[in-house]
């Protein structure tokens, strides 16, 4: 299995442009993660889903970030418009259940916001 | 609420045993898990240890579990400097499938 792929690998924008990170899990998984990770906060987790359906979206930070799952093996992370302090890098995890296993994560893409 | 603490920082020289301490709050997670991030990349799973085990080896890793303190702890053994890296402790939550994670432990081999 090729492991959890993320795209891009970087990204560079300036504020106010729209952003579209994509994750394709691991085939199989059930359960898929969007993290951010900066020096400043460590790694947070965004939002999680389980078979395509949202389940908790509590660590979203603000209505400009929205994240879908339309189905098992593709997601989408969006910011509209973009900030400076998104800059980060967002990682994307896929686990195959919630009974232990741990979950797999992706490369990451490192976003600057310019 | 769950929390997952780490010390932030380990030096050892190459050749020791390194050993990484973690704390955790949720008495009811049911699996424990040691991840490894190297600069640039993901965090890859290590191993994982399930809450009724005290103790698992895999190769030169040790994970230690005291469940009545609420502590983990992974040692590496014969330390390279190659485990150069930022290592996580991460708790489950009971049937969600989400894990807490700790600030991660930046460990630093020196030849």
């Known amino acids: 299995d090729a492991g959890v792929i993320q795209s891009p690998r970087h990204e560079v924008t300036e504020m106010g442009q729209e952003v579209t990170l994509r994750c394709k899990p691991i085939s199989g998984h059930d359960y898929l993660f969007w993290y951010r990770q900066t020096m400043m906060r460590g790694l947070e987790l965004l939002i999680y889903f389980n078979n395509n359906v949202p389940i908790d979206d509590s660590g979203m930070p603000e209505d400009r970030f929205s994240a879908k799952m339309p189905n098992a093996s593709f997601s989408t992370l969006k910011i509209q418009p973009s900030e400076p302090r998104d800059s980060a890098v967002y990682f994307c995890?896929?686990?195959?259940?919630?009974?232990?296993?741990?979950?797999?994560f992706g490369p990451g893409t490192r976003l600057t916001v310019l | 609420g769950e929390d997952v603490e780490q010390s932030l920082f380990l030096s050892v020289r190459e050749g020791d045993s390194s050993v990484i301490n973690c704390t955790y709050t949720d008495s009811s997670s049911t699996y424990l898990y040691w991840y490894k991030q190297e600069p640039g990349a993901g965090l890859q799973l290590l191993t994982y240890i399930f809450s009724n085990m005290d103790m698992k080896q895999d190769q030169r890793l040790t994970v230690l579990l005291n469940k009545k303190d609420k502590h983990l702890s992974l040692r590496i053994a014969d330390t390279q400097t190659g485990d150069s890296a930022i290592y996580f402790c991460a708790e489950s939550i009971r049937n969600t499938g989400k894990l807490i994670f700790g600030q991660g432990t930046t460990l630093q081999v020196k030849p």
């Open positions: 995890a896929s686990s195959p259940s919630n009974r232990g296993g741990g979950q797999f």
